[in-house]
Every structure is written in C-alpha cells, then in structure tokens.
C-alpha cells in the first residue's frame, strides 16, 4: 500500500494470520510468531497428474482400491472371483457371530428352569429374562416363546450359512480354472432342487431362476426344507394335510402373486389328483412364507413344522 503500509497474509497447517502494518505499528488476527527457516528442497521430481491421476493415488494411499480395482475386477476373472471369494468369506464371519450369538441366548433353558422350580428367584445370570413384575406361568410362556422364535431364526441362519460355504468352495473352485476358462461375469447357477437334496417328488420349473417343488412324502418334505434357503417360499394347504411345496428362487428374483397362483394350481393338482372335480368352484385357503420362517417339528414323523409370519392366499378350484 502507499506510505509504508502492508497487508501480510500466513498460511499453516491448521490455521492462518493476518498482520497490517502502518510504520512502527501492527495489528494481527493472531499473535505473531517468529518465522523459521523452510525446510530443505527436495531433489524428487513430481511428474504432471491428471485429477483422475492424483485421485486413483490417493485412494492407493489409503489403502483402498476404489474404482481401479472394481475396473480390474471387470476385465480380469481372476480378481473378479477373488473380491467376490472375500466378500463371502466376510459375509461368512458375520453370519457364525450371528448364530453365535443366537445360540447363547437361554430361553429354553431358564423355561425349563421355571417349570421345574416354580419360582422366579433365577439364578443372577439369568436375571435379564425373567420379569419378576408379572406372574410365573406368564414368565413361563415368555420363555418358551421366544426360545421358538430363536430356534426358527438360528435354523434360517443355519440355512445361510450352508449356502454361503457352498458358494466359497464353488469359488476356491473356480480359482483353480486357468483365467482364460473363467466368465467374467459370475453364471446365475441352475436350480436342481431334486437332485441337489437327493429328494423324490414332482417339479414345476418356472423359468431358471423359479422352480417350485413338491416332495413325495415326509422325508423328502424334511429333505426339501432343509435345502432350501432362507429366501425361498414354503407352501401348504391350510389345515389339510399334504404336500409341502417350497417355490426355490434367486436371491434378487421377484416372485409376483400371479406365480404363486400357478404354483399353487400345479400343487392343488397334485393334492387331490383324480378327486380334484370333487372340490370344483371351492376356495382353498393356502399359506404362504419364506423358508427362513419354518422350522421342522423335532422327531415328527409326520413332516409337520412350526411357522409365522405368513400369508394367507385364496384359491379357487376351477370349474
């Protein structure tokens, strides 16, 4: 500025001053700190980098991939196959401390500990499932109650958790491949529900990714359920007995009300057999759920289960 007036402007790390001077006299945002030598120059040079240059750095830096190993993924099978064989492996950890934690909850446990002592002084561990404000025979029934709801779920984790080491072995396998007889993209598997659950019964195969099944008997019911994934629909008749027919699908595969009623006709079919004339223009009420919310009856021979959570679909029988 004129007549020896200055504006200085300091930059740092984590901040910044500014100092006017006039003459003799200052003023400053900041208290004004003695400046030091900079430090030595470097001989390093430092090539020209495009912004996408000096991002794809960064991330390396950070110890990310970001879109460059996502890039490689796409056009190299072997790191496509390896990022997916990670994420299922992590998938995996996640789903053993879920069943984990699932199995260490002692419902049944303290019930049975209820029905036998008839009091609600539960040893201190126990303490949390048991609410000393309500009546024993309600204790009781809270117990047992959830520990159905337990088993139900640890049975569908259990579920998961087959599919999942099914997958990771399918992908250590196909890491043995030669990278030229790898897909770069990963093939939707075909579903053989018969044959993969060395069951007998009768197939209705959708399109590849629907395929509902019926078993002939109550094993292969029970074989049937325990192959079946968590996602996968369960069907019967509703206080019939009969078929159990499970609706295997992909994962991301929508499955609309119109596919449920072709199935549920197929099955109907299978039900009554030569008698179905006999329950022409009747509405069958037929229930409806995922898999992960059925759980088999210990030592049934029959081939009943347990479930919730479920629809309720009506079906006519045509005329």
């Not at 100092?19 to 006299?25: C, L």
């Not at 117990?143 to 250590?172: M, N, P, S």
Request: hydrophobic share 35%; glycine share 8%; proline share 5%.
């Amino acid at each position: 500025f004129s007549g020896g007036q200055t504006l200085e402007i300091r930059l740092f790390p984590h901040g910044a001053n500014v100092i006017a001077r006039a003459g003799e006299k200052s003023v400053s945002f900041a208290k004004v700190e003695e400046l030091t030598a900079p430090p030595p120059a470097t001989s390093e040079v430092l090539l020209n980098r495009d912004l996408d240059a000096l991002r794809e750095e960064w991330l390396r830096l950070r110890g990310g991939g970001g879109s460059g190993r996502k890039k490689n993924a796409q056009s190299d099978p072997v790191a496509r196959v390896r990022m997916e064989l990670e994420r299922k492996e992590k998938a995996l950890r996640k789903v053993d401390e879920e069943l984990q934690r699932k199995s260490d909850l002692p419902w049944r446990v303290v019930g049975e500990w209820l029905k036998e002592k008839q009091a609600l002084d539960v040893p201190e561990e126990w303490i949390p499932f048991v609410d000393k404000r309500r009546k024993l025979a309600w204790n009781i029934d809270q117990c047992f109650g959830k520990a159905r709801d337990v088993e139900g779920k640890i049975f569908g984790t259990e579920q998961r958790r087959r599919l999942l080491l099914e997958e990771i072995e399918g992908l250590k396998r196909e890491l043995e491949k030669p990278p030229g007889e790898m897909s770069i993209k990963p093939k939707t598997p075909s579903l053989q529900p018969l044959k993969d659950s060395e069951a007998s019964g009768r197939t209705l195969r959708i399109n590849e990714e629907l395929v509902a099944v019926a078993g002939k008997n109550a094993a292969d019911n029970l074989k049937l359920l325990r192959k079946a994934r968590a996602w996968d629909y369960w069907l019967h008749l509703q206080d019939q007995p009969g078929s159990h027919v499970i609706l295997f699908r992909n994962k991301s595969t929508t499955v609309s009300d119109a596919v449920l009623r072709q199935v549920i006709g197929w099955f109907v079919k299978i039900q009554f057999g030569k008698k179905i004339s006999d329950y022409a223009g009747d509405k069958l009420r037929v229930i409806v759920t995922e898999c992960r919310h059925v759980r088999p009856i210990k030592g049934d021979r029959l081939g009943r289960v347990n479930y919730q959570d479920e629809r309720i679909l009506i079906y006519q029988v045509p005329t």
